[in-house]
């Protein structure tokens, strides 16, 4: 049945240099610009418990991925680092780099800095400042300038839709190394205007980037856990440039998405993993879904990736325009039900159409859990309650691995 209309919110086009589309969205569907928020909860939660990086809280699991890995996987990553790394080293010291140009003050930054993002080939620009109440601790006197320029680069589309598969991975870290080095000549271009410019790179992520362009209008937060941007939903790999440079702020949008997502349930519903939750919560301030990070991590290491939930959810498929008119106008969830959208295969374990999920059993999602350190304590508690006291050579073997990690330090890097 069709839908009365709340809104209409007008975004660029897809392309740099595409017609500005429209997005209805329908009167059941409005609720708040961005997602709900309780900011003096965000304060406290920052202030009592830090946010922290995964690469260095989940540390002890980040390295176990490298051993469950096939050996096409382990092969293509090997080769990926290499390619990403330099560009990641690059990203660091970038905030330390003097400017090259003299600032022009009757210059309209904003609308320059925008389109030389966009002719650089990132889909979504958007700024708001840069809030230090999501940096990670670990980073927090690392980022320099309060201004956040938010980015978002397309990952193949077709490539996608093979998802979970290595193909898939060439298009998600393909995405990223072309990223890096977009990200870098941004900042060079922001620098040549004579101001700072700081990348943060999409592989050392300097916080939790999604309410930033939340608060930047380039998208709302989906039930699997992603910013839904407007033309390419979750198939978006996401960096942040800071600067000084006097720009002005874009303002958070009501996509409609808080409550499609209630309707939709695509994701949840699909997932190998059932790591997706139906319900929002309220979390550390914030009213969102929230993702159980042991049942996916497991899938998403031995799986290429997962990431089913990227490849059903119909904003990524067919866009949000097409699935906002498809809503109002019929009032169902464009592509629901439907193998074209549902479907995907599990290598080993076959096809899955909708209703269908690929079982597992309890041994495949054990994991080592927390930091490095935390898991060699885990384990030696272990060992403690079940052979009593060690002899001193295995007290002096521990005593050494928690040594070694603590001199090696943690480091903020990932492959998110
Ligand atoms: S990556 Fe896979 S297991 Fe993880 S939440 Fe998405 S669909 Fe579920
Ligand atoms: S699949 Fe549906 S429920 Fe999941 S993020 Fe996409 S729109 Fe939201």
């Known amino acids: ?212 362009f939340v608060n930047a209008g380039l998208g709302q937060l989906g039930a699997n856990g992603q910013l839904l941007s407007p033309h390419f939903g979750s198939r978006a790999r996401l960096a942040i440039v800071t600067t000084d440079a006097p720009v002005s702020y874009d303002q958070p949008v009501d996509y409609g998405i808080n409550k499609f997502c209630e309707i939709c349930q695509v994701c949840v519903n699909r997932c190998p993993g059932r790591a997706l939750l139906k319900e929002r919560v309220w979390w550390r301030g914030t009213e969102k879904f929230k993702v159980i990070y042991e049942r996916c991590r497991p899938v998403m290491a031995r799986y290429e990736g997962c990431a089913v939930c990227i490849k059903v959810c119909p904003v990524q498929r067919y866009g949000m325009v097409p699935v906002m008119e498809h809503y109002v106008a019929t009032g169902e969830v464009l592509g629901k039900g439907t193998d074209n959208l549902e479907g995907y295969t599990i290598r080993d374990k076959g096809y899955f159409g909708p209703g269908e999920l690929p079982t597992f059993n309890r041994e495949f999602f054990e994991m080592p859990h927390g930091r490095r350190e935390e898991w060699l304590f885990e384990q030696f508690k272990e060992k403690l309650s079940k052979e009593g006291v060690p002899s001193v050579e295995e007290l002096v073997s521990f005593a050494t691995d928690v040594k070694e990690i603590l001199e090696v330090g943690n480091s903020t890097r990932g492959d998110e």
């Open 1 to 212: 049945m069709p839908k009365p209309v709340s809104h209409v919110v007008k975004r660029p086009g897809r392309k740099h240099g595409d017609p500005e589309v429209e997005i209805p969205v329908a009167e059941d569907l409005a609720t708040v610009p961005g997602v709900p928020v309780r900011e003096e909860d965000v304060s406290f939660y920052t202030r009592v418990y830090p946010l922290e990086t995964q690469n260095i809280d989940k540390a002890a699991d980040r390295d176990w991925v490298w051993t469950v890995y096939t050996e096409e996987v382990l092969e293509y990553r090997k080769r990926h680092d290499e390619i990403n790394q330099p560009l990641v080293d690059a990203a660091l010291h970038t905030g330390e780099i003097e400017p090259t140009g003299t600032p022009d003050l009757d210059q309209n930054v904003t609308v320059d800095i925008r389109l030389k993002a966009r002719e650089l080939g990132f889909g979504e620009v958007g700024f708001t400042k840069f809030d230090y109440r999501y940096a990670y601790a670990s980073k927090k006197s690392w980022v320099k300038y309060e201004h956040a320029i938010c980015v978002a680069l397309e990952q193949d589309y077709l490539q996608t839709q093979t998802l979970p598969s290595l193909e898939a991975e060439f298009a998600h870290f393909g995405t990223y190394e072309i990223e890096g080095a977009i990200a870098l000549d941004l900042a060079d271009y922001i620098r040549s205007l004579g101001y700072h410019a700081q990348v943060h790179s999409p592989n050392d992520n300097s916080g939790a980037y999604i309410p930033m």
